[in-house]
């Protein structure tokens, strides 16, 4: 399998979690989105949205959309699972996995802030409060759900990682290379930590890839 990915994609980095939780071995290749290598025609035939990750299968097929890219992984490997075995557990831990991947992160995407400073002349204190105001909105609406809820556990939802986890994971690593406080958030801090303490969960980290610029790579 190839995986197009970049070092600091918050979706790449919720197949990476998935890839590693399920011990699947892929042929990592760096796309560049700093240098808008996503957006070249080599890049664009295998994704026209012009968006990362994406996973070509062996036979050619490309999949892409994060969350789509993790349910098919979780069928053709079901071990571990992504997702709990009941089915209104499902439905929450990809309630959960939406709150962020469908609601908050897309509000944050290169394209949207090239959108707002280049075309909207949004300068760069605004762009942060724009940042900032969508990242804790989510990070409040996480921490409501998941303090508020019986099926919390150890993760979003019991006491095993889930795709929930995995999303959660990306944004509160942004919220902290954002420099967000978390102090207002201490479920979605605890259920952070827990996650991020798995080998699975800090391998995957956008700072511990090979392709992280030298000065930020964790060691
Ligand atoms: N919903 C998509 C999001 C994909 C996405 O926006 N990826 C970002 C990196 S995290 C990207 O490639 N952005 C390029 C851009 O915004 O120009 C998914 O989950 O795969």
Redesign the pocket.
């Given at each position: 399998m190839q995986f197009f990915s970049?070092w600091r994609?918050?979706?790449?980095f919720?197949v990476r979690i998935a890839l590693n939780l399920k011990g699947l071995p892929v042929e990592v290749i760096p796309v560049d989105?700093d240098a808008g290598a996503?957006?070249n025609d080599a890049y664009r035939k295998i994704n026209p949205q012009?968006?990362?990750?994406a996973l070509v299968e062996d036979d050619g097929t490309t999949l892409?959309?994060?969350?789509a890219i993790l349910e098919y992984l979780d069928e053709k490997h079901p071990s571990p699972p992504l997702l709990p075995a009941d089915i209104k557990g499902r439905a929450r831990a990809r309630g959960i996995a939406l709150m962020v991947?469908c609601e908050g992160?897309?509000l944050l995407?290169?394209?949207?802030r090239?959108y707002l400073t280049g075309t909207l002349n949004l300068d760069q204190p605004r762009l942060q409060a724009w940042l900032t105001h969508w990242t804790t909105e989510t990070l409040a609406a996480l921490e409501a759900r998941l303090s508020g809820d019986a099926e919390t556990g150890r993760f979003c939802h019991g006491d095993v990682p889930t795709m929930a986890d995995i999303c959660l994971a990306g944004h509160v690593t942004f919220a902290l290379m954002q420099q967000i406080d978390l102090a207002p958030y201490p479920t979605v801090k605890r259920v952070f930590d827990t996650a991020m303490a798995l080998p699975a969960f800090a391998a995957a980290h956008p700072l511990a890839q090979p392709e992280t610029p030298e000065g930020m790579r964790r060691k």
């Open positions: 970049f994609s918050l979706a790449s919720r989105i996503h957006r012009m968006a990362l990750p892409f959309q994060s969350l991947a992160h897309p995407t290169p394209r949207v090239r």
